[in-house]
């Protein structure tokens, strides 16, 4: 059974993870444990894992780096990021271990700290005890991350503080054999803070990899937060995403995320708009081909009244991809002035490709604006024989409606440089050439 291999770990390696960490995560180590022991791991009969064989996902035999073995990689060397006018704080994550060696620290405004949760929770424990672990649900998964994580990524943005720059953190999967990576993301905005972030996920070596990731983020009044999140890795990597946002009054979030190279792919978010006022614009693309599988899991919680939500997802399966979209919008009973929109549209370019969709909506309030919807479907044969018409032949017809289809959730993308970017990026993607930058040395 998958589960009892993880339970014997932790129970085998506890005191090493624990002496590897700090004592503010090591808090919540135990009760994590014991959560996921008392539970059962999801199988398809669970309602929000019906799409997605976690079981079969979490089954190998992987490794661990618990002992924090240094990686031999200068990611400083191996990654050259090529976005053109996009100037960006550059950090790494090498695994699930925050990367802190070479280049000195950057400019950050006072008070703004990003950079290890270890050593952050080590400087400034009540500000992660505080936070950490506190929005995440206690489902199996999020259990699992928290029992075994040891480090990963704290952005800390004070009262009224902005960030102007963006903050882009590359998370590199680096091993000479199969490993499971942990990873823990921890954002706190505190009122009128802003703060953007691009994550960028690559792998340097062909092997397999499992991924958890969990990544919590509390958005404080009137503070604002984008999350660019941009899946480049390959067909051996397993990854679980479970992300967790609260909202406090009239907060805006923008969340994006992006699938372009893949194995098996589960991104589960869960936001709460917990403050009158506050909006939420979440949008997400899929490309994927062969065989691999992208399931975006979302809940949107509209706790409070006079609150705004916009859900845009698109997906285009080829060969014997496989997907899944499942959103479900609450409105609670005191929820009043609810504004809700949820569209999922997705193109299956062979018979063989298979789409699962399911828009959700729970209205417990009488005064809102909700809709939502969804469509499945191939290119429409009256546009490609109106190119063909015009001397286009039909791959590059197909290739262009294709690229027009998901431009619709690029251009939501605020960053001009790197809408552009991904513009280029979705074009290659869909030629079939890789899509690293030129002088990266990271395997695609």
């Known amino acids: 059974m998958p589960k009892k291999q993880y339970i014997d770990i932790f129970c ?3 005191e090493i993870i624990n002496r590897h960490s700090a004592e503010a995560m090591n808090a919540k180590r ?14 398809r009969k669970v309602e929000r894992y019906k799409y997605t064989d976690i079981q079969k996902m979490l089954a190998p035999n992987y490794g661990l780096n618990l002992n924090r073995l240094e990686i031999p990689v200068n990611p400083y060397d191996a990654f050259k990021c090529d976005v053109p006018n996009l100037s960006t704080l550059l950090y790494f994550i090498v695994n699930d271990q925050f990367y802190d060696k070479v280049l000195p620290k950057a400019a950050l405004p006072e008070g703004v700290y990003i950079g290890s949760l270890k050593a952050f929770a080590e400087e ?10 506190q929005i995440a649900e206690k489902d199996s998964l999020t259990a699992l991350n928290t029992m075994l994580c040891q480090d990963g990524l704290m952005v800390y943005v004070p009262k009224n503080v902005k960030v102007d720059k963006t903050v882009q ?10 490993l499971m990576v942990n990873r823990r993301v921890l954002v706190v ?3 009128g803070a802003e703060v953007k972030l691009l994550f960028c996920d690559h792998s340097a ?12 983020a509390n958005v404080g009044e009137h503070a604002q937060l984008e999350m660019y999140c941009l899946e480049e890795t390959h067909y051996k990597n397993n990854r679980i995403s479970n992300v967790y946002i609260k909202q406090e009054k009239e907060s805006v979030v923008y969340h994006n995320v992006i699938t372009l190279h893949n194995g098996n792919t589960r991104n589960q978010l869960d936001l709460t708009l917990s403050g009158e006022g506050s909006e939420c614009f979440l949008n997400g693309c899929v490309i994927a081909d062969k065989k691999q599988h992208v399931d975006n899991n979302t809940v949107i919680d509209h706790a409070v009244g006079s609150c705004t939500s916009h859900q ?19 409105v609670r009973k005191d929820a009043q002035k609810t504004s809700s929109e949820e569209t999922n549209r997705n193109l299956c370019c062979t018979k063989n490709a298979r789409m699962w969709t399911q828009p959700m909506l729970e209205i417990y ?5 909700c809709s939502h919807g969804s469509t499945v479907g191939q290119l429409n044969d009256q546009a490609l024989f109106y190119m063909r018409q015009r001397g286009i032949t039909e791959k590059e017809a197909k290739t262009l409606l294709q690229q027009a289809f998901v431009y619709e959730v690029i251009d939501q993308i605020a960053l001009q440089p790197l809408r552009d970017r991904l513009h280029y990026l979705v074009e290659k993607r869909f030629r079939g050439e890789l899509s690293k930058c030129e002088g990266c040395k990271l395997c695609k």
């Open 312 to 330: 845009l997802y698109k997906y285009v399966l080829d060969d014997e991809a496989t997907g899944a979209f499942a959103g479900r919008i609450l």
């Open 365 to 369: 309030a009488d005064d809102v604006k």
């Open 205 to 216: 070596d062909d092997r397999d990899f499992l991924t958890t990731q969990v990544v919590e």
């Open 189 to 191: 905005l505190e009122e």
């Open 124 to 133: 400034k424990p009540e500000i992660v005890e505080k936070h950490y672990g």
């Open 30 to 43: 135990e009760a994590a444990f014991e959560a996921f022991r008392d539970a059962e791991l999801p199988t």
């Open 169 to 178: 953190v590359i998370n590199i999967l680096r091993s000479d054999v199969p």
């Open 12 to 14: 085998e390696c506890r």
